[in-house]
């Protein structure tokens, strides 16, 4: 359902990767993660190979750094992708900076632009606490909809931002995990609203499949191609009378074999 929640993995050369959560076990205290690009085939790992990325703020882009302070840098070593790794500042010279990667014996530098850099991200391990969730049944009239359409809570997901779902079929339940208590309490609160419109949903469908049943019965037996036709004027005082009530006529005509 969706993308997940967005995390950073360490990696085991100790760089941060952008991935996202699509299950989260809470009692083992593992997630399964996909990274961005699939550049890794889905894995869980535990809550400690794992962050949230700092969260957003007015001054993102516009903070001027100077030589001397640590940063974080959005670089890739070999032939993996960017990754997010710790650095000091060692010059800058307009919006480009010598940095120096910090955690290794040997000193690499490193010579970037101000766009791959970002203040240290503040955030330590997940810990369980910093997960919410809450479980909402799905009405039994809907229960089928929903097991057939994996996509059905898609537009609920949206609404609530960022998060993720899982529906159980065993019990008929939505699991909604969110590292912000406001987006649970929004889902408890919009979730009838969501039901309502997969209802609406549901009475279309049966519409569209009765008119299209409709459709097959008023047909021309073996096809209209097989069928003969023959062109006639009809009166205009008599228009009515031709076509009968609700164009009845029109439609026993067509049920007429040969």
Not at 53 to 58: F, L, S
Not at 187 to 210: T, Y
Request: glycine residues 8%.
């Amino acid at each position: 359902m969706g993308d997940g929640l967005a995390i950073e993995v360490r990696g085991s050369n100790g760089a941060y990767y952008k991935a996202n959560v699509q299950e989260v076990y809470r009692e083992e205290e593992k997630v399964l993660v996909t990274f961005e690009g699939d550049w890794q085939a889905p894995r869980q790992i535990p809550f400690s190979e794992a962050r949230l990325p700092p969260a957003p703020t007015p001054t993102d882009g516009l903070m001027d750094f100077k030589a001397g302070d640590n940063v974080d840098v959005f670089s890739s070593s070999s032939e993996d992708p960017c990754g997010w790794w710790t650095a000091r500042i060692k010059m800058c010279k307009g919006d480009f900076y010598v940095i120096e990667y910090l955690g290794w014996e040997n000193t690499f530098s490193d010579i970037v632009s101000k766009d791959r850099l970002r203040p240290p991200n503040p955030n330590k391990q997940l810990m369980r606490s910093q997960l919410f969730s809450c479980s909402i049944s799905v009405p039994d009239d809907l229960r089928a909809l929903v097991d057939d359409d994996e996509h059905a809570h898609d537009n609920f997901k949206r609404s609530c931002g960022s998060c993720h779902m899982s529906y159980s079929r065993a019990d008929g339940t939505l699991i909604v995990t969110a590292f912000n208590p406001d987006t649970i309490r929004y889902a408890n609160l919009v979730a009838d609203m969501h039901f309502r419109s997969l209802r609406s949903k549901v009475v279309l469908q049966s519409r569209i499949a009765e008119a299209q049943s409709a459709l097959e019965n008023t047909k021309l037996p073996g096809g209209a191609e097989s069928g003969c036709s023959e062109q006639f004027a009809v009166r205009p005082e008599l228009m009515g009378l031709a076509i009968g009530t609700h164009g009845a006529n029109i439609t026993a005509a067509r049920k007429i074999p040969g």
